[in-house]
């Protein structure tokens, strides 16, 4: 009989976390009842709202539980359906999680042309992380031509898209911040940023981020697209114009922390820029998913939006993948490979 | 020679200040030019923005200079025109400052009728504060039938209309944080409030003031509209719901630090909510006054919209008078009465 690994949360670390908050174990390869499909996984996404599944606090959605299989999207091939809607050699992309084989109903689960892109892309550029850049820049950060665009982890798997429609929906201005200067000369060179501000030489010192961004955008900041938080976030916050759009993604920075940071408030930059700070998730534009990966696919096509992906190889290697995107050692859209992708020859 | 008393912006304290801020001077009266209009004052209008112009800093407008006449909403009498679009007698309200007599230019300068309501209401509810708390809690806080509502600083001359349209417009309910065991009893029994929260003996424990939230709002918070910031702010954040709108409109317990205080940072309650936090002025919506104005007035007329003034007579008593919004001293809009009101017999 066929075996499924697959990663359990194990713990719920207050702070920094191991490999040891996760336990690889073997079971059965499970069988579909009727409507349902059994896939193969093939590519497993890491992303970083993965360390809030981790938590048993209140959130978007509910904590994985403890000994259940650690979430997440997946790009896989249906070996066995019992859906009319898919058949054998279907590729899928569904959130199966952190295990070799799992069970899909079909619903949310989308067919993926291997003909389009890699179909790895499916949970990068022309998935989740994709459509969160596309929604979060123009909805939620109501971007307009003529702007100054400021993109933290500019080179991530939201932050690198970010920056790039910026550019191709005619920012004025598109600044990165990044840590480290492989990061930040690829945004320059390859994704199209006027500048990027590596932060990690630092030290956490607002001071001298703040002096950064200011040489980095004469005319001030128009949105501010947040991945990372934190400090990063207290030093664009002074920088804002009137009108100001915020659109906090993430705060990756702030995900390991056991008790919140300490910080200058911010909301006075709002009150006196007549400035807007939002939080959003990308389930909430659920319904324009069709909309965000048309637009999407026709830039990815005609090669104007790039994409870099990050590749662990073995499913025993996700928790190590996850602890890189805490580490800031990603660089591009951080996957694994359980198994090596037969569309790609 | 009449005589123009009037009060002069003397320093720039950089936390508390007194009334050594300011300096009483007689000057002689202006004299109109073409298109001029000279005024005699009757109400001054005594608001928290007006720390902010006494300070050097970046803010939505530039500060008061040193040695000028400190600025200030007022309604007056023309006693002389030079501008064929008033008379000798009109009662309009300007922003002539502290003191006497003022010039007028006619721009920006609106007449009043004494018979639609006391005149002092056109630096109130049916000025700048209550424009401020039409547009606020319903542009800005975008509140809906069915929202439940917190307002801080809630029988003040913002937040108390901003209770009262929360319950015109179908709020589910209206809470209000206030300074006291008189204004919370006002807040309840005069203009409406489900519940009001009396901060003041709780010596600034966050962690008390959420408790009592959270037993005034069973169904989580829809709008905030927080005139006051610091450790309230910080109360009601934990508490917002999914897509919550958080309008701020002023800090006042945030004016007189020389350093911004240190807090938890609060953009994680954003995100996890797909929440919004937006700073405005009165000014970004001059082009709708008269839309405000409109349904206010019409409330003001039917009862619905109650108001409550605070008058401290004397020109020489302003700073005083400032002094007390900083205390929590006033109990409703703050005014000084400069001399008699000629329409009030």
């Known amino acids: 009989m066929a075996v499924n690994r697959r990663w ?5 670390p207050p702070g920094e976390f191991d490999e040891s908050a996760f336990k690889l174990e073997e079971a059965p390869v499970p069988s579909p009842k009727d409507g349902e499909v059994l ?21 978007y959605v509910p904590p994985v539980q403890l000994g259940a299989v650690m979430e997440g999207g997946t ?40 003909g389009l892109a890699p179909i790895s892309t499916a949970v990068g550029v022309l998935g989740m992380p994709g459509l969160t850049a596309y929604f979060g820049l123009l909805d939620v950060g109501a971007m307009k031509a003529g702007d100054t665009v400021v993109v933290s982890a500019a080179t991530g798997a939201v932050g690198g898209p970010v920056g790039q429609i910026a550019r191709i929906k005619g920012a004025k201005r ?10 930040c000369d690829y945004a320059v060179k390859e994704l199209g940023y006027d500048a990027c501000i590596d932060y990690q030489a630092m030290g956490r010192d607002t001071g001298q981020l703040i ?31 009137f009108k100001a ?27 006196v820029n007549s400035a807007r700070m939002e939080g959003f998730i990308i389930l909430n534009f659920r319904q324009r998913f069709g ?46 490979r359980i198994r090596p992708d037969p569309t790609r020859r």
Request: glycine residues 12%; proline residues 4%; aromatic residues 8%.
């Open 8 to 12: 359990l949360l194990a713990a719920r």
């Open 39 to 59: 896939v193969h996984n093939i590519w497993l996404s890491l992303d970083p709202y993965m360390r809030g599944r981790m938590r048993d606090v209140k959130s």
């Open 75 to 114: 790009v896989g091939e249906v070996i066995e359906s019992k859906n009319p809607a898919f058949k054998k050699g279907d590729i899928v992309e569904e959130r199966l999680g952190w295990q070799e084989y799992g069970i899909g109903t079909g619903k949310g689960m989308r067919k993926i042309d291997p």
């Open 174 to 183: 598109v600044v990165g911040i990044a840590g480290g200067k492989a990061k």
């Open 211 to 241: 002096k950064a961004l200011r040489a980095a955008c004469p005319d001030g900041i128009d949105v501010y697209f947040d991945n990372v938080g934190s400090w990063i976030t207290d030093a664009v916050l002074p920088l804002v114009n």
């Open 245 to 271: 759009r915020i659109a906090i993604c993430g705060m990756i920075a702030e995900y390991n922390l056991e008790k919140p940071e300490l910080a200058p408030r911010i909301t006075r930059h709002l009150l």
């Open 291 to 336: 909309e965000g990966l048309r637009e999407m696919s026709g830039w990815v096509k005609s090669g104007q939006l790039k994409y870099r992906e990050d590749v662990v190889d073995g499913l025993e290697n996700a928790p190590r993948a996850l602890l890189r995107l805490f580490k800031g050692e990603n660089f591009g859209k951080q996957l694994v």
